[in-house]
């Protein structure tokens, strides 16, 4: 057994503007971080519309599908775009996602990466935004509860960026832990620490600009390990988002690939080593292959 990575060609058919962060070339940044990897390869399916639905209004999907322009790009906010693919590459997210967690919930794997785009932790209940269209690590641990019944699921979201779109879809999911570390003051302006969910299951970790790595480790061993552990999850996600690297330009939290394989490391001590990650940032091409070659050989060597 090893880790299972799920892909598929049509997340590069989400096309951006020229200049645009998060863009398709990022997947060929990802590949080259997989390159050498030991990992098992499975596409993702397309998406259940029953899975977003768990999640999102159905007049939020019909919102979104009915926006895909015939040609060239629409604009949902100012930096979320919508390109004649981008539906089927969210909806393949969508499906890799729930995938991976049938993959691990039923034993077939232990350990799971999708490497999906676009991102979705911005993505709130009405509303597109950070470049987001559908909260695919919230569809994720809802499929893990309510399709598989599980009774106690975590979220950790490490991307620099709040996950404002997953606290949102799970403010008042009280079966599952949503743990988010992010730089703070910066992009979407939420995440504060007294942002703690309907029933106190969120634990918001803002961190300064320049703190570094090191400040990063001291704060996971203090703060969110302690609360992981009184958790007692029986499966953990993680929002993995590689923009908190020294090199990425959207951010300054100053961590290098190392500080992602001793976190990656550490959390896979949680719900018998049973976690599922899924892409979210990172806009350095380098530092974003850097940092999936160490955490996804995390996931390898624990998943074996």
């Not at 058919?13 to 990022?26: D, L, N, Q």
Request: charged share 25%.
């Amino acid at each position: 057994m090893t880790c299972t990575v799920f892909v598929h060609s049509d997340c590069a058919r989400h096309v951006t503007p020229p200049g645009h962060p998060e863009r398709a070339e990022r997947l060929a940044a990802v590949e080259k971080g997989l390159a050498g990897l030991a990992v098992t390869r499975r596409d993702c399916p397309m998406g259940m519309e029953a899975d977003v639905l768990r999640c999102y209004p159905a007049r939020y999907l019909d919102r979104v599908r009915a926006a895909i322009p015939d040609e060239g790009w629409t604009q949902l906010d100012g930096d979320t775009f919508l390109s004649p693919g981008s539906f089927d590459a969210a909806m393949r997210a969508v499906g890799g996602i729930c995938a991976a967690v049938d993959a691990v919930v039923t034993g077939e794997t232990k350990t799971a990466f999708v490497a999906g785009r676009p991102p979705g932790h911005h993505a709130e209940r009405e509303t597109a935004m950070g470049f987001c269209l559908f909260g695919t690590v919230a569809i994720g641990a809802k499929r893990a509860l309510d399709h598989h019944g599980l009774g106690r699921v975590a979220i950790v979201d490490f991307d620099v960026h709040h996950g404002n779109g997953t606290q949102d879809l799970l403010w008042d999911e009280g079966r599952c832990l949503f743990v988010s570390s992010h730089q703070m003051p910066l992009y979407p302006g939420t995440g504060r620490a007294d942002e703690r969910g309907a029933h106190g299951q969120m634990l918001n970790v803002p961190l300064r600009a320049g703190s570094g790595g090191k400040s990063m480790r001291d704060v996971y061993e203090r703060v969110v390990f302690p609360v992981l552990s009184a958790w007692k999850p029986e499966l953990l996600l993680i929002s993995a988002g590689f923009d908190a690297h020294a090199d990425d330009p959207l951010a300054g939290l100053e961590w290098q690939a190392d500080d992602y394989r001793w976190l990656t490391d550490r959390l896979c001590d949680f719900a018998g080593g049973r976690v599922v990650s899924t892409l979210e940032g990172g806009y350095d091409l380098d530092a974003l292959a850097a940092s999936v070659a160490a955490h996804v050989g995390v996931l390898e060597e624990r998943g074996r």
